[in-house]
């Protein structure tokens, strides 16, 4: 195919790619570097410093991970993103927020969304009211199921890169949870079937915001005790070796989830997966050859003990079968095309741009390489600012902290 300009809108809340938490940012941090070495011009629009192969136009100084949850970071950084995108002759916009397809509509160019929360309750209406202006892209057959009305233009499964993972073979008798600390990830009851199971656990989880806080001191902190070590969150070269140390990924999901990285994390550990049929599992998970997959609760002591029989070597080869950056960027390359037939248009032959992405040419306005802004970091090669102050918030200026993390994400 030949080579697409895509404005790419990430979430304000994480540098691409995320230093720790960031499930989605890492999804599209990879996805980036592999549209580019395939031969695509790619403009990110985020918040912070851009690790990416992107040409890169910066929103907020900062990451607003510390207001996770507020609507106001998501607001203020899709308005600054059609900013940007005004001044941008690209072929589609790829918007990654929540916020950013009610700007879709009217727009001279598709509009490809990918939906990373679940669609259940106000997100479907949302969507739905939203109708064709935006291409929606399911992570997961599942996702798409609880809403198959919408404006679905493919599914595309998240990846990560399997080279940045640590593989071993040979696993210890310990079992891992890896997630958030939150109810419906079920940490709680990993406790009480490794217990059964007669194996020590670590946990390893996010625990920052108040209700993640809460849950852990009401159900995780009076479980703690002999066989069950608390590893805090962890991130980096630390998960990787956790990971491929574990016997198995003890993971007795609660709730419908739309994907589930860290199953594919554990995969391309050759760590096998103990959990339950829920959401995007039966996608991610085959029962009895990457992992064992049950129905009820008090199954899964024994699943827990059978793990050692899964071939560590399947279970990574199934994400370099099916989860590779490569595959992914496959999936979205068919889902480009597609939009752009459905809207008449067709990729253009490649133009020098001198690094900036190409300008709409006499546009008013239109942002120039490098230039300062008040309170913004340091302009970085190949980025550029707004005319306007995005600071990062000082002490006064901070909502009080609501919710579970924002909306539409997911780990």
Not at 16 to 40: C, F, K, Q, S
Not at 99 to 125: M, N, Y
Not at 136 to 165: K, M, Y
């Amino acid at each position: 195919m030949n080579p697409l300009r895509i404005a790419i809108v990430a979430p304000p809340f994480f540098e691409l790619p995320p230093t720790g938490y960031g499930g989605i940012e890492l999804v599209v941090a990879n996805l980036i570097d592999t549209l580019v070495a395939r031969g695509h011009e790619v403009i990110l629009i985020g918040a912070g410093r851009n690790g990416t192969k992107a040409q890169f136009r910066r929103t907020y100084a900062e990451p607003q991970h510390a207001r996770l949850g507020e609507p106001l970071p998501e607001a203020v950084h899709a308005a600054a993103a059609a900013q940007f995108l005004d001044h941008l002759d690209v072929d589609l916009v790829h918007d990654h927020t929540l916020l950013g397809p009610l700007q879709a509509r009217g727009r001279s160019v598709p509009t490809v969304v990918t939906v990373h929360g679940p669609l259940i309750g106000e997100p479907a209406i949302y969507y739905r009211l939203v109708g064709d202006a935006a291409n929606l892209v399911a992570i997961s057959h599942a996702q798409r199921a609880f809403a198959p009305e919408l404006n679905w233009v493919g599914t595309v499964h998240n990846a990560l890169n399997p080279d940045r993972c640590t593989f071993r073979s040979e696993k210890e008798d310990w079992v891992l949870f890896l997630g958030r600390c939150t109810p419906d990830k079920g940490m709680h009851l990993a406790i009480d079937i490794a217990r059964k199971a007669g194996r020590e656990i670590k946990l390893a989880a996010k625990c920052q915001e108040p209700p993640e806080r809460a849950y852990f001191d009401a159900e995780i902190r009076p479980r703690l005790g002999e066989g069950v070590e608390w590893l805090g969150e962890i991130s980096g070269q630390e998960k990787h070796d956790v990971l491929a140390a574990a016997h198995c990924l003890l993971f007795p999901l609660q709730w419908e989830e739309p994907f589930g990285m860290v199953l594919v994390e554990s995969l391309a550990s050759g760590t096998p997966v103990v959990t339950m049929p829920r959401g995007a599992v039966p996608e991610i998970i085959t029962d009895g050859v990457t992992g064992l997959v049950r129905d009820r609760l008090e199954d899964l002591p024994a699943a827990v003990n059978a793990a050692g029989d899964i071939d560590p070597h399947r279970c990574r080869q199934e994400v370099l079968d099916r989860f590779t950056p490569e595959v992914m960027a496959a999936g979205y390359e068919e889902v480009y095309l597609r939009v752009l037939a459905r809207a008449g248009r067709a990729a253009r032959q490649p133009v020098a741009t001198g690094g900036m992405g190409r300008l709409v040419p006499g546009a008013p306005g239109a942002p120039m390489p490098g230039s300062a802004i008040p309170g913004a970091a340091t302009p970085v090669a190949g980025a550029s600012t707004l005319g306007a102050s995005l600071p990062a918030p000082g002490p006064g200026l901070r909502p009080p902290p609501k919710g579970n993390g924002a909306p539409g994400r997911v780990a």
